[in-house]
């Protein structure tokens, strides 16, 4: 069997035991290596610690060595025989919701971990909710420190019925629940024999079988025009090839195809693969499509099917997570745009409400957005966009805004249906 | 699971020529950094496959450092003549002689390329630098963006890093601001080893194991040639030994290894316990932050 691909997000502070899991997830899976672990091992000691540190591991900056503190999303890789899985770990603070953000944005499943003696926190929420609001498929409450509650199967459920209840207000897909101690292992790798009552999968074994193929839109078909290539050789002198990433749906030679904004039609005549020509190809794959007219097609053009076409607009609606520690976002302001391969100009016409993220009240008569802060706007671009809900297309839903005074990234939008088209 | 699911090799490979073709539609003007190390000819491969049947469109730079591996530098040179793609050649052994850098006592020529690499990118006015560097390499690497920007002087800043969300990258830049790009962030030693095998790419040889001439200093094992010869005191002794990086000649370690094939390299790296850079860099050993001191200086 060949081995996919499982991208996984982590948020949560030292205090639940996030980095011990990752610590334990890399160390039973043998993907730590010796060095590292003498290194944290030494600098434990140094300072010390009576136990080896595990957060030392992911770490890595000087600054956050010296406060004691996680700044930044670190990733982190390991394998098993089925799955080679991406760790975005993130801090959990509540100044760090950008991390999470950026962390969950190409997530596939999400961490959440809950401190068994503790219950459901603030923290725990805003994760979740972030997971959701991002679109991550999966979630998985690690319910951690077991073994400081005795393997309680009551707290167990308590925290289950309780984090189920919160989440019946968000959109989530697939919800699972895991009793779990980092430290001993129990329940991370293998099985727990302290915990009889609980019949699921250890979670590694879980993020092993996780179903993610069914996750990916192969119904929309969506190829965001990314590059032109036209060799300037003499024996290839016709040839031109429109490259990029499949957002969406399965595209293959013969299929009739309209590309947008021209909305001129034609078939697709070939797919080439970094590997030769191919019979279908879908997301997240890397083509080059020639088709059988030749018309004009440039970088920012979207080619879909003549009957399933994305939204074509320039008002949009859309909540965004805002950045930028220099300037909050306002109104009225110009900021650059960038949609799939696409760059426009977007000015902010109105922010609807900011979401309180610990409650999720809506908060309204809000003239701004500050570092942090998400909500809900409406923009217009200066020219079209080819776009989808975000809730039904992670690729055509998603975009981000550029403030053109200081080319910084300052916000992530994703696209919500109920457009004023 | 079968149908509409792509090996995680091909998910890799296919976010690396996204990365490719994001920065060759967006920067003005593109450039990637080969060495003939293992990660570089990897990124050099990739490319190609993105602009297919179209030659890369761009340029590729070598910091030669003057201490290089003979059979790297002919790589080198063999592999950009055959793609027709310019070289770009920055001298340390010139920087030293111009006066611009000077040798560092130890002998290691690591921390000097610095300058010399940002003269050469200045001269030739490149916006965007594609280097091999992975996240799985070490601490500072792991929080690097793809796009990582860098300032006027080739500095960059962890604490003020731009957020990277989905694959919606940022390359704007102003004059004389620039990006260093990170198409392999996401692949792991193990996985370069893997796509080499599966393509069938081919590597200098010494990534392959061969009875070399070495010594032993501070527990590594160097290979004894042109830069490195026996100090007062040492003995060298034949082993069986492979490079897992290529570094500067005279600091970078070999590791003891029978693997003479590059499947017995991949089944070898699975099973390893020490990363690469622990395993065989003199350079890296200075101190815990020794790799983030070096890129917040300019250095990849």
Partial sequence: MEVDLLRFATAGSVDDGKSTLIGRLLFDSKSLFSDQLESVERVSRERGHEYTDLSLLTDGLRAEREQGITIDVAYRYFSTPRRKFIIADTPGHIQYTRNMVTGASTADVALVLVDARKGMTEQSRRHAFIATLLGVPHMVVCVNKMDLVDWSEEVFEGIRREFTEFASRLRLRDLTFIPLSALSGDNVVTRSTNMPWFDGAPLLSHLERLHVASDRNLVDVRFPVQYVVRPQSHEQRDYRGYAGTIASGVLKPGDRIRALPAGLETEIASVETAGGPVSEAYPPMAVTITLKDEIDISRGDMLCRPNNVPLVMQDIDAQVCWMDESAPLTTEKTYAIKHTTRWARAVVKQIDYRIDINTLHRVEGVHGLALNEIGRIHLRSTKPLFVDPYLANRQTGAFILVDESTNRTVAAGMIVRESAG | ?300
């Avoid at chain 2, 094992?221 to 082993?239: C, D, H, I």
Wanted: net charge negative.
């Fill in chain 2, 1 to 300: 699971m079968k149908g509409h699911v792509i090996s995680q090799l091909s998910a890799l490979e296919a976010e690396s020529i996204h990365i490719f073709r994001e920065v060759a539609a967006e920067m003005e003007r593109p450039c990637l950094l080969f060495s003939g190390g293992k990660d570089s000819i990897v990124m050099l491969h990739v490319a190609r496959k993105a602009f297919a049947p179209s030659p890369i469109p761009f340029p590729v730079m070598h910091v030669d450092t003057g201490l290089n591996f003979a059979e790297v530098i002919a790589y080198r040179d063999r592999w950009a003549a055959q793609l027709g793609l310019r070289l770009v050649v920055a001298s340390v052994q010139d920087a030293i002689e111009r006066g611009v850098v000077k040798e560092e006592p130890n002998g290691s020529r690591n921390r000097i390329q610095t300058p010399v690499l940002l003269e050469a990118a200045a001269r030739e006015k490149f916006d965007a630098l594609f280097g091999g560097g992975r996240r799985d390499e070490e601490k500072a690497r792991a929080k690097e963006r793809v796009f990582s920007f860098r300032d006027e002087f080739g500095q960059w800043d962890p604490k003020n890093q731009r957020p990277e969300i989905w694959s919606l990258y940022n390359g704007r830049v102003f004059s004389g601001e620039s990006i260093r790009v990170f198409p392999l962030s996401n692949w792991t030693e193990l996985d370069i080893w893997s796509y080499i095998d599966a393509k069938n790419i081919e590597i200098p040889s010494l990534y392959l194991a061969a009875q070399r001439e070495v010594v032993e200093r501070d527990g590594m094992l160097y290979a004894v040639n042109q830069f490195v010869s026996l100090k007062a005191g040492e003995t060298s002794r034949k082993m069986s030994v492979r490079y897992r990086t290529m570094g500067d000649a005279n600091l970078t370690a070999a590791v003891e290894s029978y693997a003479d094939t590059v499947a017995k390299v991949v089944e070898e790296i699975a099973a390893a316990r020490m990363t690469e850079r622990g395993a065989t860099r003199g350079d890296d050993k200075v101190s815990e932050a020794a790799m983030e001191d070096r890129k917040r200086e300019g250095y990849f």
